[in-house]
């Protein structure tokens, strides 16, 4: 019987990757980790940097568990906007994402451990261009955010196995296009827009007229419902959702979906019978949340969810 541990957001908090591995039965040996059970593996979910004070320590502990043949890992959206703020675009000669204020402290703790232009720095950015934008196996699926099929069967058409090439990679740094798009959707979630003239107040206090939705919420009949990250939830419409969006859900009969990236809050419950959210804000101070995954399983349970504390 195959286990997997489906492990989400990281974002440099090495510790708590530590105490969940040991948790989890995963035990350092030489260079590596290994586990009792030989069978037993790993799927990371991405953003392994950013926030936290060890990024090349997540980093290291995740290739080596890789190298052994113990784990996969997906692209995160923080991984993807490193690589478009170390890449210049071939045409301008601009990096891909602009070295603004607020992206220089978006990536700020990256930033100190690997700084512009040096070796090391381009090593694990090479690292991190090999990294698929999903996994699907006879068991599950694993996506960063969002596992929109279309987007998915598209995406195995034009890519190897979900891992971008060179061009493809530039293509998703350039807003409008159709590449930036697609890859959008599934590394940081789609967005919908608002009736007009509705809008809400984010946390931030911005103005927006767009709110990100529940794919997984397939049972979602108005506004209120299917929306993410609305501090205030009645600034929205309390009216019927449009058609195309309310039947673009994930649908309930398909294979367990793993995903992080949200920042969800509070006790950890299940999206869906089958569509599971781990990010508990463990790149700050939430906990690392991970999911013990057996074969077989088409339904997913609380019972197989494990909080590792709080960590350091």
Known sequence: MSITDIIPDIHGQAEKLRVAL???????????????EPDRQIVFLGDFIDRGLENAAVIRIVRELMDAGRAR?????????????????????????????????????FLKEFPLGASHTKDVLDWMKGLPLFI?????????????????ADLKKRTAAGVLSQDQLIRAGRKGDAFYNLIEAV??????RLPVPH?????????????????????????????????????????????????????????????????????????????????????????????????????????SLVVHGKGS
């Open 187 to 192: 590394a940081k979630g789609p967005e919908a």
């Open 199 to 303: 809008s809400f107040v984010d946390k931030g206090g911005k103005v927006r007229h767009h709110v990100r939705v529940k794919r997984w919420a397939s049972d979602a009949r108005n506004w209120r419902q299917v929306a993410m990250s609305v501090p205030d939830i009645n600034q929205l419409p309390d009216e019927a959702l449009p058609e195309d969006l309310r039947t673009a859900t994930y649908p309930a009969g398909d294979k367990p979906v793993f995903f992080g990236h949200y920042w969800m809050s509070g006790e950890p419950k299940l999206q869906s019978a089958n569509a599971m959210c781990l990010d508990y804000s463990a790149g700050t101070d939430g906990p690392l949340v991970t999911y013990t995954h057996v074969a077989g399983s088409r339904q997913l349970s609380l019972d």
């Open 22 to 36: 040991c948790n989890l039965g995963w035990r350092r040996h030489g260079t590596t980790w290994l586990h009792p």
């Open 136 to 152: 699907e196996t006879e068991e599950l699926r694993a996506v960063h955010a969002a596992w929109i099929q279309p987007a998915i």
């Open 73 to 109: 890992a997906i692209m995160g959206n923080h991984e993807l906007n490193a690589l478009h703020f170390h890449m210049p675009d071939p045409e301008t000669g601009e990096p891909l994402r602009a070295h603004d204020q607020g992206n220089f402290d978006q990536h700020e703790s």
